[in-house]
């Protein structure tokens, strides 16, 4: 039942501008329904400081030593020129102490620079990995909140993209880009200052080169910011597609979609090439443009500098350290370019993970929880009151709806495909909420039950008998975390699935590794019913599975039914006429509404829809 929906077409305008050289409606971005998660004003600052506000101590301590190690590295050019006019002339009047002096100096600073620069590296890993692990726990658990709804749309694909391929944007950013950027605003700011106490004319001849530069980098940030976003997409498309393929590979198997699928995937890789290729050509710009207009205002800086070496209002020995500050002041220009690199990769990166962060689920939980009322019995009583609903994107599914359970009833509901039978299920088990009207648990409204009562109150085993990675026992487990192995086996025995479990290589410790591939359907259904009777809900809904069991193993999975269905409410979604015979009660739907209602025996006497459904079973079987 689940949906991709993906619009026609939501390309920007600027994601259209598309680099020369490949076919234009390959390079456009793939449909992505992304622009339906706003990012509301303000998300990627606040997620940005939510994350390093606590570890505000940590980065002031980071800071503080990059000081020291740009103090140390700073001092050398200075020493350099110290040696030059005051330590050679002295040294020439048979005075070796101030080059001595000098060069101890120097040597100290080096020493001192290594020191700090791998403190820093070693507190600003730490910051990385913390900010990192915090991100990637806020994705997960915020994507496992999010409504059904949501991850109908959001596909799976692209949720790991947001915890994989941006986050590493942004450790890109911390791990390198930071550094980066500390050490060259520190190193510009601090060059800055010496320059211009050395020499205020030369020095503010010099840095006014900071005029074009700064206009170079507004432009490049301007052009690299929408390259970026189309540049994070792709890479999400990329992983949509690989996940999407690898999820079904059966049906890739079975319909031979494999050269369909390289087809298809060849097209998003090449969309990725190119956003990437785009994005390093802006970089390349970037540097190119840079770093000629730092060369072009050196030697203006040095033909000055000479002429007042000429002139005598300069010493030598200030001019060749201005030649080295200078080499270091526009040096890092180059590792601003991979920075503003990494920044507006990361920035990219970010709005999208604060989109996803910041998207409320539809299906919330209540402020104000209440309880389930006392009860003697296991089961409890359902009603759907007038109720209501639409899919997001769809018509009205179900038109007001009323529908009594009595406690401990069995109810099988069958009807056309698309009749709406699961709609009522996936509305009894909460998944969503009804667009109006309500559905109480003994009088209770779901929407006002917490999640553990929720659990508690309603289970829903669905037709996939979806089993994790782990063991059997683990499998089973799930229905009542924390449950013993003797809890485990008597659900098992009660179900009928001790036997084949038994047999499995290593009983319950048996991994079923990916999807139960070790089992076949029915077994996995027996192993979803011990889950579902481990869980001992109130109300249990069954989806059955569509897949036809032999006969062996439909009787199986028929008596573990019963077993799992005693004493609470049941409303089993019935592909298998044959199921309907364990039911007290039927309902026969159409189009959103209950066209029949009543005992198997009472249906089949009536004549009417079900009656013929029925006979037609009857006469399928002889
Ligand atoms: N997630 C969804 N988003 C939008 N429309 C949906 C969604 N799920 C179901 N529908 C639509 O709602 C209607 C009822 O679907 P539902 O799955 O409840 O039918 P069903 O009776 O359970 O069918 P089946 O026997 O084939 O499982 C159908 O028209 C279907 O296309």
């Not at 296991?378 to 009603?383: A, L, M």
Request: aromatic share 6%.
């Amino acid at each position: 039942m689940t949906t991709t929906c993906e619009p026609a077409d939501t390309r920007t305008k600027d994601a259209r501008t598309q680099p020369a050289g490949l076919p234009e409606d390959e390079l456009a971005p793939p449909p992505e329904d992304e622009e339906d998660i706003p990012v509301p004003p303000g998300a990627p600052s606040a997620l940005l400081r939510s994350l390093l506000g606590p570890l505000r101590g940590r980065i002031a301590a980071a800071i503080a030593v990059i000081l020291l190690q740009q103090a140390a590295l700073q001092a050398g050019p200075l020493l350099v020129a110290l040696a030059m006019d005051r330590g050679i002339p002295a040294l020439r009047d048979n005075d070796a102490g101030p080059l001595v002096a000098v060069i101890v100096a120097y040597l100290g600073c080096a020493l001192l620079g290594t020191l700090f620069q791998w403190t820093f590296i070693r507190i600003s890993a730490r910051i990385n990995q913390d900010v990192l692990m915090d991100l990637r726990g806020r994705i997960f658990r915020h994507a496992q909140r999010l409504s059904l709804d949501f991850h109908e749309r959001y596909t799976s694909g692209r949720i790991i993209s947001r915890a994989t391929s941006d986050v590493e944007a942004l450790r890109e950013l911390l791990s390198e880009g930071l550094q980066e950027l500390l050490t060259v605003s520190l190193s510009v700011c601090s060059i800055s200052v010496i320059l211009l106490v050395l020499d205020w004319q030369l020095g503010l001849a010099a840095l006014l080169a900071f005029l074009p530069l700064c206009v170079i980098t507004q432009s490049f940030r301007n052009r690299s910011r929408l390259v970026y976003r189309r540049s994070r997409t792709a890479a999400a498309s990329l992983i949509v597609r690989f996940t999407e393929t690898m999820n079904g590979i059966r049906p890739v198997k079975a319909f031979r979609l494999e050269p369909t699928n390289d087809a298809a995937f060849g097209v998003v890789n090449r969309q990725s090439a190119a956003a990437t290729a785009d994005s390093l050509l802006e970089v390349a710009r970037y540097g190119g443009l840079s770093r000629m207009t730092a060369n072009v205002w050196t030697t203006g800086v040095v033909v000055l500098g000479a002429y007042l070496v000429t002139d005598g209002s300069a010493e030598l020995g200030v001019l060749t350290a201005f030649v080295l500050y200078l080499h270091r002041l526009f040096e890092p220009i180059d590792q601003l370019a991979m920075f503003l690199n990494s920044y507006q990769s990361a920035a990219a990166a970010l709005e999208k993970i604060a989109g996803l962060l910041a998207h409320e689920p539809t299906v919330a939980e209540p402020a104000d929880p209440a309880d389930l009322p006392a009860s003697t019995i296991k089961g409890r009583e359902v009603h759907f009151e007038k109720t209501r609903f639409a899919y997001r994107t769809g018509k009205e599914v179900l038109p007001p709806f009323d529908l009594l359970l009595s406690a401990g009833q069995t109810v099988a509901v069958v009807g056309a495909t698309g009749a709406g039978k699961s709609t009522v299920a996936k509305l009894l088990a909460r998944f969503y909420d009804p667009t109006e009207g309500r559905i109480t648990l003994d009088g209770v409204d779901l929407r006002d039950l917490s999640g553990p009562e929720l659990r508690r109150g309603v289970v829903m085993v669905t037709q996939e008998s979806f089993l994790f990675s782990g063991t059997v026992a683990e499998n089973i487990a799930i229905g009542r975390p924390g449950a013993d192995r003797a809890e485990i086996e008597e659900a098992a025995r009660a179900i009928g699935a001790h036997e084949f479990i038994a047999e499995l290589p290593d009983g319950y410790d048996t991994d079923v590794r990916k999807r139960g591939g070790r089992i076949s359907a029915g077994q996995r259904q027996l192993v979803a019913f011990a889950r579902a009777l481990l869980a001992d809900p109130a109300v249990l809904i069954l989806d059955e599975a569509t897949s036809s069991l032999d006969v062996p193993g439909e009787q199986a999975v028929q008596q573990a039914m019963r077993t799992v269905l005693a004493g609470r409410t049941a409303v089993i979604i019935a592909h298998r006429l044959s199921t309907v015979e364990i039911a007290d009660r039927v309902l026969v739907m159409d189009q959103g509404r209950i066209v029949e209602d009543g005992t198997p025996r009472e249906l089949i006497d009536r004549a009417g829809r079900f009656a013929r459904l029925h006979r037609a079973w009857r006469d399928s079987l002889v």
